[in-house]
């Protein structure tokens, strides 16, 4: 089922869902079962697994030079996707990047994601390989988010990029976008950030997650913002418990987020990680009971790998 007709039949119910990792290469995938396992009894209607692009490496050879790599961490996604559409029959949404992805390539993803009964995907741009400044798209790849959009909306209408296949199929996917209430780092203002997003929509996302924020101001803000420009699509929030001390700098560098002054204190003066564990547990359950009083239709939380802190969190909610 698609991610707007969960929305839908909920009714205007609440309802949980999560992110989670691929694993690092070379780990089993019941490593995958054990997060997601003691997070079904709050029913999540649809699971995220992120897309990991490649990465360069440098490995050092016997004669001293250095030679380049292309590795990909945590592959994977696909498989787990069907893993878990098979295993808990919950709809799976897979990741699709730009990034080193040619529209071929991306042509060829879908059609095995559509073979395999995966209708809904959550298309991005991925950023800029780890040893890159700037984000650069393949040769014969999409450059934007929105472009990618474009690409999965044309396979919908049965438009490969083949424009001589005769009888070709139509796809049925829904497509998620993502957004960034506290602008996306590389955009000049948010303003301009919310036209762009406004694009996504209109060449045919039907609906947006958001970047993890810790202040619901700063999403209730960005709603208001992108309603005023005309999207009316479902706005779902993405949410993440802090769990150690370090990702107090960690968090503002990788996210691009603010961190609300009282939850910084509130960290600092921690004598452990399991009291941060704590802490981020008890701010990320206020910021959901907040988001559930004003009838947001999906509350997606960040697992990253780890489901013992949002099972805490969901615990008090679902
Ligand atoms: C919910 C969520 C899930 C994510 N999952 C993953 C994942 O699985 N794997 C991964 O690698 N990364 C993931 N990311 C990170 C994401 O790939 C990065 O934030 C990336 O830098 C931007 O992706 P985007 O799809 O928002 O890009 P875009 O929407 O393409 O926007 C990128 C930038 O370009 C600007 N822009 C857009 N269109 C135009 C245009 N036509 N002209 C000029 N400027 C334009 C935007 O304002 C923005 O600053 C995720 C992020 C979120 C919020």
């Known amino acids: 089922m698609k991610v707007t007709e969960h ?24 490593s995958v079962f054990d997060n997601i396992d003691p997070l079904m ?24 030079l250095l030679k380049k790599q292309v590795v990909k961490k945590r592959p994977g996604t696909v498989g787990i996707c069907a893993a878990i559409q098979n295993k808990y029959n919950v709809d799976a949404i897979p990741h699709i990047l730009c990034g080193g992805f040619t529209k071929e390539d991306t042509e060829n993803f879908l059609i095995d994601l559509d073979f395999l009964g995966i209708h809904n995907v959550m298309a991005l741009r991925g950023d800029a390989v780890k040893t890159e400044t700037y984000f650069r798209p393949e040769k014969e790849g999409n450059l934007y988010a929105s472009d990618l959009v474009s690409q999965v909306s044309e396979l919908n209408k049965g438009k490969y990029l083949d424009e001589e296949l005769k009888n070709s199929s139509e796809t049925n996917f829904c497509v998620g976008v993502a957004a960034y209430p506290e602008k996306h780092m590389e955009a000049p203002s948010l303003d301009s950030d919310i036209h762009f997003l406004k694009k996504k929509i209109k060449n045919g996302a039907e609906y947006i997650v958001t970047q993890m924020f810790f202040d619901n101001k700063k999403y209730f803000d960005f709603v208001e913002k992108c309603r005023s420009e005309g999207i009316t699509v479902p706005i779902i929030p993405g949410l993440k418990p802090i769990a150690t001390k370090k990702q107090l700098n960690l968090i503002p560098h990788r996210f691009h987020v603010d961190l609300p002054e009282d939850l910084i204190i509130e960290i600092v003066k921690c004598k452990d ?21 004003a009838g947001i239709p999906v509350l997606h939380y960040y697992s990253m790998g780890k489901s013992d802190n949002i099972q805490a969190v969901a615990s008090k909610l679902f």
């Open 41 to 64: 009894e709050f029913k999540p209607p649809f699971i995220d697994v992120t897309y990991h692009r490649e990465e360069y490496v440098y490995k050092e050879l016997e004669n001293g």
């Open 273 to 293: 990680n399991s009291q941060v564990r704590q802490v981020g547990i008890e701010w990320c359950i206020e910021q959901s009971k907040a988001l559930r009083k």
């Open 7 to 30: 929305i839908k039949k909920a009714n205007g119910n609440t309802q949980f869902s999560f992110e989670i990792l691929p694993p690092l290469k070379g780990q089993h995938i019941q």
